[in-house]
Protein backbone atom coordinates (compact mmCIF):
# COMPACT_ATOMS: atom_id res chain seq x y z
CA UNK A 1 0.00 0.00 0.00
CA UNK A 2 1.41 3.44 -0.81
CA UNK A 3 1.53 6.19 1.79
CA UNK A 4 -1.99 7.54 1.64
CA UNK A 5 -3.37 8.49 4.22
CA UNK A 6 -7.00 9.74 4.44
CA UNK A 7 -8.26 11.87 7.39
CA UNK A 8 -12.20 13.30 8.39
CA UNK A 9 -12.29 16.37 9.48
CA UNK A 10 -15.03 18.15 12.10
CA UNK A 11 -15.32 21.35 10.25
CA UNK A 12 -17.44 23.45 7.77
CA UNK A 13 -16.68 23.31 4.32
CA UNK A 14 -16.09 26.63 3.02
CA UNK A 15 -19.63 27.43 1.35
CA UNK A 16 -20.76 27.65 4.77
CA UNK A 17 -18.02 30.31 6.01
CA UNK A 18 -18.96 33.89 5.78
CA UNK A 19 -16.78 35.24 2.74
CA UNK A 20 -15.45 33.83 -0.14
CA UNK A 21 -12.78 35.10 -3.04
CA UNK A 22 -12.25 33.44 -5.60
CA UNK A 23 -11.00 34.36 -8.87
CA UNK A 24 -10.58 33.51 -12.72
CA UNK A 25 -7.91 34.77 -15.56
CA UNK A 26 -9.13 34.32 -19.11
CA UNK A 27 -7.55 32.76 -22.11
CA UNK A 28 -6.86 36.58 -23.42
CA UNK A 29 -5.07 37.68 -20.01
CA UNK A 30 -1.40 38.35 -20.13
CA UNK A 31 -0.63 35.32 -17.92
CA UNK A 32 -2.84 32.97 -19.42
CA UNK A 33 -1.18 33.87 -22.80
CA UNK A 34 2.30 32.72 -21.16
CA UNK A 35 0.52 29.55 -19.88
CA UNK A 36 -0.97 28.72 -22.71
CA UNK A 37 1.61 29.13 -25.02
CA UNK A 38 4.39 27.20 -22.52
CA UNK A 39 1.74 24.18 -22.80
CA UNK A 40 1.18 24.22 -26.38
CA UNK A 41 5.41 24.41 -26.62
CA UNK A 42 5.20 21.53 -24.53
CA UNK A 43 3.08 19.33 -26.54
CA UNK A 44 4.75 20.40 -30.10
CA UNK A 45 7.92 19.17 -28.36
CA UNK A 46 6.44 15.98 -27.04
CA UNK A 47 4.91 15.25 -30.07
CA UNK A 48 8.11 15.87 -32.23
CA UNK A 49 9.90 13.31 -29.45
CA UNK A 50 7.25 10.63 -29.85
CA UNK A 51 7.13 10.59 -33.67
CA UNK A 52 10.82 10.85 -33.87
CA UNK A 53 11.86 8.48 -31.04
CA UNK A 54 9.00 6.75 -29.57
CA UNK A 55 9.10 8.60 -26.22
CA UNK A 56 8.92 11.99 -24.72
CA UNK A 57 12.63 13.41 -24.07
CA UNK A 58 13.78 15.91 -21.18
CA UNK A 59 12.34 19.14 -21.72
CA UNK A 60 10.52 22.07 -19.73
CA UNK A 61 9.15 24.81 -21.26
CA UNK A 62 7.79 26.87 -18.49
CA UNK A 63 9.42 30.04 -18.55
CA UNK A 64 7.75 32.09 -20.73
CA UNK A 65 7.85 35.96 -20.50
CA UNK A 66 5.15 38.85 -21.84
CA UNK A 67 6.40 42.52 -22.17
CA UNK A 68 3.58 44.45 -22.75
CA UNK A 69 3.25 46.69 -26.26
CA UNK A 70 1.44 50.06 -26.83
CA UNK A 71 -1.20 50.83 -28.98
CA UNK A 72 -4.22 53.92 -30.01
CA UNK A 73 -7.21 52.43 -29.63
CA UNK A 74 -10.00 54.42 -31.23
CA UNK A 75 -13.57 54.10 -32.20
CA UNK A 76 -14.01 51.80 -35.58
CA UNK A 77 -10.27 51.38 -36.02
CA UNK A 78 -6.79 51.43 -34.08
CA UNK A 79 -3.03 50.34 -34.45
CA UNK A 80 -0.26 48.82 -32.33
CA UNK A 81 2.54 51.48 -32.16
CA UNK A 82 4.89 48.94 -30.03
CA UNK A 83 4.76 45.14 -30.75
CA UNK A 84 4.11 42.93 -27.41
CA UNK A 85 7.16 41.16 -26.80
CA UNK A 86 7.28 37.08 -26.03
CA UNK A 87 9.96 35.27 -24.95
CA UNK A 88 9.84 31.89 -24.67
CA UNK A 89 12.64 29.73 -22.74
CA UNK A 90 13.63 27.11 -20.67
CA UNK A 91 15.09 23.55 -21.56
CA UNK A 92 14.75 20.85 -23.95
CA UNK A 93 16.30 18.02 -25.75
CA UNK A 94 17.93 18.95 -28.42
CA UNK A 95 19.70 16.22 -30.06
CA UNK A 96 19.63 12.43 -29.56
CA UNK A 97 22.41 9.87 -30.61
CA UNK A 98 23.69 13.17 -32.99
CA UNK A 99 20.43 13.64 -34.26
CA UNK A 100 19.43 17.00 -34.50
CA UNK A 101 15.58 18.15 -33.27
CA UNK A 102 14.59 21.78 -35.44
CA UNK A 103 13.73 23.07 -31.44
CA UNK A 104 13.66 26.72 -32.82
CA UNK A 105 11.04 25.99 -35.49
CA UNK A 106 8.52 23.36 -33.56
CA UNK A 107 8.52 26.24 -30.79
CA UNK A 108 8.31 29.35 -32.97
CA UNK A 109 5.57 27.48 -34.98
CA UNK A 110 3.63 25.95 -32.10
CA UNK A 111 3.72 29.25 -30.43
CA UNK A 112 2.73 31.42 -33.50
CA UNK A 113 -0.07 28.57 -34.20
CA UNK A 114 -1.84 28.94 -30.35
CA UNK A 115 -1.86 32.47 -30.99
CA UNK A 116 -3.93 32.25 -34.52
CA UNK A 117 -6.17 30.00 -32.87
CA UNK A 118 -7.03 31.97 -29.80
CA UNK A 119 -6.65 35.69 -30.75
CA UNK A 120 -8.57 36.59 -34.14
CA UNK A 121 -7.71 40.35 -33.68
CA UNK A 122 -3.87 39.52 -33.04
CA UNK A 123 -1.87 39.95 -36.55
CA UNK A 124 1.40 36.96 -34.95
CA UNK A 125 3.14 38.54 -37.74
CA UNK A 126 2.70 42.19 -37.14
CA UNK A 127 1.64 42.49 -33.64
CA UNK A 128 4.39 39.95 -31.83
CA UNK A 129 7.77 39.58 -31.39
CA UNK A 130 8.56 35.94 -30.46
CA UNK A 131 12.21 35.13 -28.79
CA UNK A 132 13.23 32.09 -28.31
CA UNK A 133 15.91 30.98 -25.97
CA UNK A 134 15.66 27.31 -25.18
CA UNK A 135 18.32 25.25 -24.56
CA UNK A 136 19.69 21.88 -23.51
CA UNK A 137 18.36 20.53 -20.23
CA UNK A 138 21.17 19.51 -17.32
CA UNK A 139 22.74 16.48 -16.81
CA UNK A 140 21.35 15.29 -13.92
CA UNK A 141 17.60 15.63 -14.60
CA UNK A 142 18.12 14.13 -18.06
CA UNK A 143 19.67 10.74 -16.09
CA UNK A 144 16.55 11.42 -13.77
CA UNK A 145 14.13 11.50 -16.70
CA UNK A 146 15.53 8.79 -18.75
CA UNK A 147 15.51 5.70 -16.68
CA UNK A 148 13.45 2.56 -17.56
CA UNK A 149 10.23 1.72 -16.08
CA UNK A 150 7.99 4.09 -13.95
CA UNK A 151 9.61 7.49 -14.39
CA UNK A 152 11.11 8.86 -11.08
CA UNK A 153 10.31 12.21 -9.84
CA UNK A 154 12.77 15.25 -10.92
CA UNK A 155 11.58 17.53 -7.89
CA UNK A 156 10.40 16.93 -4.22
CA UNK A 157 7.58 18.96 -4.94
CA UNK A 158 4.08 18.85 -4.03
CA UNK A 159 0.50 19.50 -5.91
CA UNK A 160 -2.72 19.99 -4.39
CA UNK A 161 -6.40 20.31 -5.41
CA UNK A 162 -9.49 20.59 -3.88
CA UNK A 163 -13.53 19.79 -4.82
CA UNK A 164 -16.19 19.72 -5.60
CA UNK A 165 -16.24 23.18 -6.42
CA UNK A 166 -18.32 26.07 -4.31
CA UNK A 167 -21.15 27.58 -5.71
CA UNK A 168 -18.85 30.79 -5.73
CA UNK A 169 -16.19 29.09 -7.39
CA UNK A 170 -18.39 27.36 -10.16
CA UNK A 171 -20.33 30.86 -10.85
CA UNK A 172 -16.67 32.32 -11.66
CA UNK A 173 -15.00 29.69 -13.68
CA UNK A 174 -18.00 29.32 -15.72
CA UNK A 175 -18.78 32.78 -16.58
CA UNK A 176 -15.36 33.46 -17.97
CA UNK A 177 -15.93 30.35 -20.00
CA UNK A 178 -19.62 31.64 -20.96
CA UNK A 179 -18.24 35.36 -21.89
CA UNK A 180 -15.09 33.81 -24.04
CA UNK A 181 -17.31 30.79 -25.43
CA UNK A 182 -21.27 31.29 -26.28
CA UNK A 183 -21.17 34.93 -25.98
CA UNK A 184 -18.73 35.55 -28.29
CA UNK A 185 -21.14 34.72 -31.46
CA UNK A 186 -24.00 37.71 -29.54
CA UNK A 187 -21.34 40.07 -28.57
CA UNK A 188 -18.54 40.24 -31.44
CA UNK A 189 -16.94 43.46 -29.40
CA UNK A 190 -15.81 41.16 -26.53
CA UNK A 191 -11.97 40.64 -26.57
CA UNK A 192 -10.83 37.56 -24.94
CA UNK A 193 -9.01 39.38 -22.21
CA UNK A 194 -11.73 38.32 -19.70
CA UNK A 195 -11.17 38.25 -15.36
CA UNK A 196 -13.63 37.17 -12.94
CA UNK A 197 -13.26 38.26 -9.23
CA UNK A 198 -15.86 36.58 -7.01
CA UNK A 199 -16.82 37.47 -3.85
CA UNK A 200 -19.35 35.91 -1.50
CA UNK A 201 -20.87 37.58 1.55
CA UNK A 202 -22.93 34.73 3.47
CA UNK A 203 -25.70 34.18 0.68
CA UNK A 204 -24.90 37.19 -1.79
CA UNK A 205 -22.26 36.53 -4.61
CA UNK A 206 -20.87 39.79 -5.93
CA UNK A 207 -19.01 39.06 -9.28
CA UNK A 208 -16.62 41.77 -10.69
CA UNK A 209 -15.43 41.16 -14.40
CA UNK A 210 -12.77 43.13 -16.98
CA UNK A 211 -13.51 42.54 -20.22
CA UNK A 212 -11.30 43.95 -22.87
CA UNK A 213 -13.40 45.28 -25.59
CA UNK A 214 -12.45 45.44 -29.55
CA UNK A 215 -12.51 48.84 -30.71
CA UNK A 216 -13.35 48.38 -34.47
CA UNK A 217 -16.20 46.47 -33.57
CA UNK A 218 -17.40 50.03 -31.53
CA UNK A 219 -18.41 52.85 -33.19
CA UNK A 220 -18.97 55.30 -30.18
CA UNK A 221 -19.14 55.48 -26.66
CA UNK A 222 -23.12 55.25 -26.85
CA UNK A 223 -22.75 51.88 -28.42
CA UNK A 224 -20.13 50.69 -25.95
CA UNK A 225 -22.10 51.49 -23.25
CA UNK A 226 -24.94 49.57 -24.76
CA UNK A 227 -22.75 46.43 -25.79
CA UNK A 228 -21.24 46.37 -21.68
CA UNK A 229 -25.14 46.53 -20.21
CA UNK A 230 -26.51 44.01 -23.08
CA UNK A 231 -23.50 41.96 -21.64
CA UNK A 232 -24.64 42.35 -18.09
CA UNK A 233 -28.13 41.13 -18.87
CA UNK A 234 -26.95 38.02 -21.03
CA UNK A 235 -23.96 36.63 -17.95
CA UNK A 236 -27.43 37.35 -15.56
CA UNK A 237 -29.70 35.13 -18.02
CA UNK A 238 -26.66 32.25 -18.00
CA UNK A 239 -26.23 32.58 -13.79
CA UNK A 240 -29.81 32.34 -13.41
CA UNK A 241 -29.82 28.57 -15.11
CA UNK A 242 -27.35 28.12 -12.73
CA UNK A 243 -28.65 29.39 -9.24
CA UNK A 244 -31.77 31.59 -7.71
CA UNK A 245 -29.28 32.80 -5.37
CA UNK A 246 -28.54 36.71 -5.22
CA UNK A 247 -25.62 37.86 -7.62
CA UNK A 248 -24.89 41.14 -8.87
CA UNK A 249 -22.47 41.67 -11.81
CA UNK A 250 -20.34 44.33 -12.54
CA UNK A 251 -18.19 44.84 -15.90
CA UNK A 252 -15.41 47.43 -16.46
CA UNK A 253 -16.15 49.31 -13.15
CA UNK A 254 -12.79 51.14 -13.59
CA UNK A 255 -14.50 52.58 -16.22
CA UNK A 256 -14.49 56.48 -16.50
CA UNK A 257 -17.45 57.26 -19.12
CA UNK A 258 -17.19 61.12 -18.32
CA UNK A 259 -13.69 61.19 -19.76
CA UNK A 260 -13.99 58.43 -22.50
CA UNK A 261 -11.40 56.39 -20.04
CA UNK A 262 -12.59 52.97 -21.01
CA UNK A 263 -11.32 49.26 -21.69
CA UNK A 264 -10.98 49.66 -25.59
CA UNK A 265 -8.40 47.58 -27.20
CA UNK A 266 -6.74 46.64 -30.71
CA UNK A 267 -6.61 43.24 -30.67
CA UNK A 268 -8.91 41.93 -27.40
CA UNK A 269 -6.11 41.63 -24.73
CA UNK A 270 -4.78 44.26 -22.34
CA UNK A 271 -1.53 42.85 -23.42
CA UNK A 272 -1.07 45.86 -25.86
CA UNK A 273 -1.34 48.38 -23.31
CA UNK A 274 1.91 47.24 -21.27
CA UNK A 275 0.30 44.63 -19.39
CA UNK A 276 3.26 42.04 -18.45
CA UNK A 277 2.54 38.47 -18.05
CA UNK A 278 4.51 35.35 -16.65
CA UNK A 279 3.92 31.55 -16.84
CA UNK A 280 2.09 30.32 -13.39
CA UNK A 281 0.96 33.75 -12.11
CA UNK A 282 -2.42 33.14 -13.16
CA UNK A 283 -4.95 30.30 -12.74
CA UNK A 284 -4.07 27.00 -11.06
CA UNK A 285 -4.79 23.99 -12.48
CA UNK A 286 -7.98 23.49 -11.44
CA UNK A 287 -9.05 26.94 -13.58
CA UNK A 288 -9.13 29.13 -10.77
CA UNK A 289 -7.19 31.28 -7.88
CA UNK A 290 -8.71 30.13 -4.38
CA UNK A 291 -7.16 32.15 -1.53
CA UNK A 292 -9.76 30.73 0.84
CA UNK A 293 -7.98 27.18 -0.33
CA UNK A 294 -5.03 25.16 -0.15
CA UNK A 295 -2.98 26.40 -3.43
CA UNK A 296 0.46 24.75 -5.13
CA UNK A 297 2.89 28.12 -6.38
CA UNK A 298 4.01 25.38 -8.93
CA UNK A 299 3.35 26.57 -12.84
CA UNK A 300 1.75 23.24 -14.22
CA UNK A 301 1.83 24.52 -17.70
CA UNK A 302 5.24 23.58 -20.17
CA UNK A 303 6.34 21.68 -17.91
CA UNK A 304 7.02 18.02 -19.28
CA UNK A 305 4.49 15.89 -18.80
CA UNK A 306 6.32 12.37 -17.80
CA UNK A 307 7.93 12.69 -14.62
CA UNK A 308 7.79 16.78 -13.49
CA UNK A 309 5.31 16.03 -10.44
CA UNK A 310 4.95 20.34 -10.17
CA UNK A 311 2.98 19.42 -12.92
CA UNK A 312 1.50 15.34 -12.57
CA UNK A 313 1.06 16.01 -9.03
CA UNK A 314 -1.23 18.91 -9.27
CA UNK A 315 -2.89 17.35 -12.40
CA UNK A 316 -3.70 14.03 -10.02
CA UNK A 317 -4.59 15.68 -7.10
CA UNK A 318 -7.77 17.35 -8.97
CA UNK A 319 -8.81 14.34 -10.65
CA UNK A 320 -8.42 12.24 -7.35
CA UNK A 321 -10.31 15.39 -5.65
CA UNK A 322 -12.91 15.06 -8.49
CA UNK A 323 -13.69 11.04 -7.78
CA UNK A 324 -13.59 11.11 -4.06
CA UNK A 325 -16.47 13.83 -4.42
CA UNK A 326 -18.29 12.04 -6.79
CA UNK A 327 -18.56 9.48 -4.24
CA UNK A 328 -20.31 12.41 -2.12
CA UNK A 329 -17.87 13.67 0.33
CA UNK A 330 -18.78 17.51 0.82
CA UNK A 331 -15.84 18.67 0.62
CA UNK A 332 -11.98 17.02 -0.29
CA UNK A 333 -8.42 18.17 -0.13
CA UNK A 334 -5.78 16.84 -1.91
CA UNK A 335 -2.26 16.80 -1.60
CA UNK A 336 0.48 14.61 -3.09
CA UNK A 337 4.36 15.40 -2.16
CA UNK A 338 7.41 13.42 -4.06
CA UNK A 339 10.70 12.96 -3.30
CA UNK A 340 12.99 13.31 -5.73
CA UNK A 341 14.36 10.48 -7.38
CA UNK A 342 11.93 8.03 -6.34
CA UNK A 343 8.83 6.44 -8.93
CA UNK A 344 5.96 9.25 -9.44
CA UNK A 345 3.50 6.76 -8.65
CA UNK A 346 4.78 6.35 -4.78
CA UNK A 347 4.46 9.72 -3.32
CA UNK A 348 6.42 10.02 0.01
CA UNK A 349 2.91 11.54 0.94
CA UNK A 350 -0.83 11.65 -0.08
CA UNK A 351 -2.61 13.18 2.10
CA UNK A 352 -6.48 12.90 1.71
CA UNK A 353 -8.71 15.23 4.14
CA UNK A 354 -12.41 14.66 3.52
CA UNK A 355 -15.17 16.51 5.02
CA UNK A 356 -18.63 13.49 5.19
CA UNK A 357 -19.26 10.54 5.92
CA UNK A 358 -16.73 8.38 7.11
CA UNK A 359 -17.98 5.27 5.48
CA UNK A 360 -16.01 6.33 2.40
CA UNK A 361 -12.70 6.05 4.03
CA UNK A 362 -12.22 2.54 1.77
CA UNK A 363 -13.26 4.10 -1.30
CA UNK A 364 -10.79 7.46 -0.95
CA UNK A 365 -7.96 5.04 -0.29
CA UNK A 366 -9.17 3.13 -3.20
CA UNK A 367 -9.18 5.75 -5.84
CA UNK A 368 -6.15 7.53 -4.93
CA UNK A 369 -4.33 4.23 -4.86
CA UNK A 370 -5.70 3.60 -8.57
CA UNK A 371 -5.12 6.35 -9.60
CA UNK A 372 -1.71 6.54 -8.51
CA UNK A 373 -1.18 3.17 -10.22
CA UNK A 374 -2.19 4.98 -13.32
CA UNK A 375 -0.75 8.38 -13.18
CA UNK A 376 0.91 7.53 -17.01
CA UNK A 377 -2.70 8.26 -18.14
CA UNK A 378 -1.82 11.74 -17.32
CA UNK A 379 0.88 12.14 -19.45
CA UNK A 380 -1.23 10.44 -22.40
CA UNK A 381 -3.93 13.17 -21.61
CA UNK A 382 -0.93 16.27 -22.06
CA UNK A 383 0.17 14.73 -25.03
CA UNK A 384 -3.30 14.73 -26.68
CA UNK A 385 -4.45 18.13 -25.34
CA UNK A 386 -6.72 16.85 -23.24
CA UNK A 387 -5.23 18.10 -19.55
CA UNK A 388 -6.61 22.31 -18.10
CA UNK A 389 -3.19 22.82 -16.65
CA UNK A 390 -4.80 26.71 -16.55
Known amino acids: MKNITVEFLDENPLSKHEIELVERKGVGHPDSICDGLAEAVSRALS ?12 HNTDQVELVGGQSNPVFGEGELIKPVYILLSGRATTEVDREPIPVDSIVKDSAKEYLSKHFPYIDV ?9 IGMGSTDLRDVFGRTGIPHSNDTSFGVSHAPFSLTEKLV ?101 GDDGSVGRGNRANGLITPYRPMSMEATAGKNPVNHVGKLYNLLSKEIAQDIAAEGAEQVYVRLMSQIGKPINNPLAASIEVIGDPETKGKAQQITDQWLDNIQQMTTKCLKGQAQCF
Do not use: C, W
Not at 199 to 206: L, P, Q, Y
Not at 252 to 271: M, Q
Open 47 to 58: QEYMKRFGQIMH
Open 125 to 133: EEHVILDQK
Open 173 to 273: YETENYINGEMEEKIPASGQDVKVMGVRHGEKIILTIANAMVSEKIRDLDEYVNIIEQQQQLILDFISKITSQDVEVHINTGDNLDEGKIFLTVTGTSAEH
